[in-house]
């Protein structure tokens, strides 16, 4: 039986309830929960934040304060209910508990030893089970394509941001690029930090523009820290750059490869973490990077580096989506620089090519974004270390 008007309705609920988390819940997806019963709402939840009660328990608890009974209504959940131990019970028992007569399900859990498991009890205790991933799937898959992506591959989401002109410039070639685009550009961008789980520059944005790499005004502060990463693969960075000022030794890590004179390394691990990078041609290996990231719980990964930065990402395989703010001016000039810059693509046949085009006005700029059409972990097989890697 198809899902009706009022179903998808509750489920479109579950999801706005679930972006509430955002940048939130890491390592945890964004999960939205509703419970009704004739379409009327009884309880609502979402997870808040990692270790603390998922959204299907949220929901319950939202009814119980109610004075709503909830045996035999039905359950709208974007993510399958858990059914594991974790740092919290498992939410497929509270269900079937609660009584709840069927249970509408967003998107199965991506983790292969998980998945679908959740389905399975909640049938075999008799409770009805409905997958609705075919009817609000680009959205239900969109709310966390970060967390898919890191449960199958151990690597992080890449989003490649940048804010240009409308002929692609970043700055003009004496380097000055504060502002090109507006307010309401920089208050979307820092919301894209704020739902990341790190940013990542080169050393070349760090000694011109000297940034604090945080998440400031105008953005919801965020639950967990926003790690920042330096590539900087002969030790260059300023010892006394503004990204050291802010928040622990933890915070900030610097990569480097054996290029790096002792002394500078040394002296860049009193104020940072250092991760020395195997590499090739003196380059930070781009693939060593990623998995190294993904081990150590980044999910997603804003790239904010400058055009050199962003097109190793981009041409290199790495990434997965742009975030493109376009400003209403044209800057021209054969040195100006460039927001993908690098030795770009050999022919047509070798572009990048983006699928799911999404734009919108922010004040008077325009921001893009879009899906990377082409694989990344298999574009990753194709190349060779060399191609992976970023000279910084």
Not at 352 to 361: D, F, I, Q, W
């Amino acid at each position: 039986m198809p899902a009706s008007a009022s179903d998808i309705r509750l489920m479109r609920r579950a999801l706005q309830l679930a972006r509430r988390a955002q940048g939130r819940t890491s390592p945890n997806p964004m999960v939205g929960a509703v419970i009704a019963r004739r379409g009327l709402v009884l309880g609502e939840g979402y997870h808040h934040q990692a270790g603390r009660p998922h959204a299907e328990i949220e929901a319950l608890r939202d009814a119980e304060v109610r004075g709503k009974k909830v045996r035999g209504a039905f359950l709208y959940v974007t993510m399958e209910p858990c059914s594991t131990h974790g740092r919290t019970p498992p939410c497929v028992d509270a269900i079937i508990d609660a009584g709840i007569a069927k249970v509408f399900v967003g998107a199965v859990d991506p983790n292969p030893s998980h998945s679908g498991r959740g389905l399975r009890l909640l049938r075999r205790a008799g409770v009805q089970v409905m997958l609705m991933d075919g009817v609000m799937s680009d959205e239900l898959i969109r709310l966390n394509e970060a967390f898919h992506h890191w449960i199958v591959h151990q690597t992080p989401w890449v989003v490649v941001k940048a804010a240009m002109t409308l002929d692609g410039k970043i700055a003009t070639r004496n380097g000055e690029s504060k502002w090109i685009t507006g307010t309401a550009s920089r208050a979307l961008g820092m919301r894209l930090r704020a739902a990341s789980d790190a940013i990542l520059v080169g050393v070349n944005t760090v000694s011109a523009d000297d940034p604090v790499l945080t998440v400031r005004v105008g953005a919801r502060p965020a639950a967990r820290r926003l790690r920042r990463f330096i590539l900087d693969s002969r030790g260059r960075t300023p010892l006394g750059a503004n990204v050291f000022s802010q928040g622990g030794l933890e915070d900030t890590t610097v990569v480097v490869t054996r290029l790096a004179p002792a002394k500078r390394v040394a002296a860049l691990a009193r104020r940072a973490r250092v991760w020395v990078s195997p590499s090739r041609d003196g380059r930070v290996s781009l693939p060593w990077l990623m998995s190294r990231m993904g081990r150590e719980g980044v999910l997603q990964l804003l790239v904010e580096g400058g055009g050199e930065v962003g097109a190793s990402f981009l041409m290199g395989g790495h990434a997965h989506r742009v975030a493109f703010f376009y400003a209403p001016m044209v800057l021209g000039g054969r040195r100006s620089r460039r927001a993908v810059s690098g030795e770009g693509a050999r022919d047509l046949a070798s572009t990048l090519a983006l699928e799911g085009v999404e734009t919108k006005r922010c004040g008077p700029d325009l921001f893009l974004t879009a899906r990377v059409r082409s694989n990344p972990s298999e574009f990753r097989k194709r190349r060779s270390v060399r191609k992976g890697s970023v000279e910084t």
